[in-house]
């Protein structure tokens, strides 16, 4: 994908104020890029700590990547048991080694704080004005054994978790010289903004 004006950042940072997100459930189609296979009973069994990930890039267009694709593997099955693919928010000018593209994936960090490790899927960043990264982001849903989307988890620009206070803060550059940052908390399953603060530059 090619850069992303400044102005379409600032519209969806806007546009996260007035939506919720939650977690999706776990049959999501080809419009979100997730899909699950027709598991049997045994990998409907398998536990969060039975998943490991693989993550590979492509295609090549006009010398830059710009997709990714992870795919998530149970000891139940030799075909993956989850298979996730979209285009990176921007494209690369040659693929990430096996070493970096495994930074890419991070399953150990705790998304809404029930004690589970989730899942992120780093999608890239936004160089335009001030640096922003994105990330897709699944939790996990012990009662299906299966990991559900936060659809709109891809809006919040340079996510940080905080389990101290089970709180996620995002910052976006709004104005020229003004930064604002949005705290996020979960309330009955769905992420809400709590609190939001704006600074101009030098006040920081």
């Given at each position: 994908?090619?850069?992303?004006?400044?102005?379409?950042?600032?519209?969806?940072?806007?546009?996260?104020?007035?939506?919720?997100?939650?977690?999706?459930?776990?049959?999501l189609g080809n419009e979100t890029g997730m899909t699950y296979?027709?598991?049997?009973?045994?990998?409907?069994?398998?536990?969060?700590?039975?998943?490991?990930?693989?993550?590979?890039?492509?295609?090549?267009?006009?010398?830059?990547?710009?997709?990714?694709?992870?795919?998530?593997?149970?000891?139940?099955?030799?075909?993956?048991?989850?298979?996730?693919?979209?285009?990176?928010?921007?494209?690369?000018?040659?693929?990430?080694?096996?070493?970096?593209?495994?930074?890419?994936?991070?399953?150990t960090t705790d998304i809404n704080f029930d004690g589970i490790?989730?899942?992120?899927?780093?999608?890239?960043?936004?160089?335009?004005?001030?640096?922003?990264?994105?990330?897709?982001?699944?939790?996990?849903?012990?009662?299906?054994?299966?990991?559900?989307?936060?659809?709109?988890?891809?809006?919040?620009?340079?996510?940080?978790?905080?389990?101290?206070?089970?709180?996620?803060?995002?910052?976006?550059?709004?104005?020229?010289?003004?930064?604002?940052?949005?705290?996020?908390?979960?309330?009955?399953?769905?992420?809400?903004?709590?609190?939001?603060?704006?600074?101009?530059?030098?006040?920081?």
């Amino acid at each position: 994908m090619i850069k992303l004006p400044a102005i379409l950042t600032l519209c969806c940072c806007f546009l996260l104020n007035a939506q919720s997100i939650k977690g999706d459930n776990c049959s999501l189609g080809n419009e979100t890029g997730m899909t699950y296979s027709e598991r049997n009973e045994q990998e409907r069994s398998a536990a969060r700590e039975d998943y490991r990930f693989e993550v590979s890039f492509g295609p090549e267009s006009e010398g830059y990547i710009g997709r990714i694709f992870v795919k998530a593997y149970t000891p139940q099955s030799d075909e993956p048991a989850m298979e996730f693919e979209r285009d990176l928010v921007e494209r690369l000018a040659e693929a990430p080694s096996p070493e970096e593209a495994a930074r890419w994936v991070n399953d150990t960090t705790d998304i809404n704080f029930d004690g589970i490790p989730d899942l992120m899927v780093y999608i890239g960043l936004n160089a335009v004005g001030r640096v922003s990264e994105y990330y897709d982001g699944f939790v996990w849903d012990d009662e299906e054994k299966c990991f559900a989307m936060v659809l709109d988890f891809d809006l919040i620009s340079n996510p940080v978790i905080h389990p101290d206070t089970k709180t996620i803060t995002s910052t976006a550059r709004t104005d020229a010289v003004e930064i604002t940052t949005w705290t996020y908390a979960w309330v009955d399953g769905y992420l809400e903004v709590i609190d939001e603060t704006t600074s101009t530059f030098g006040d920081e």
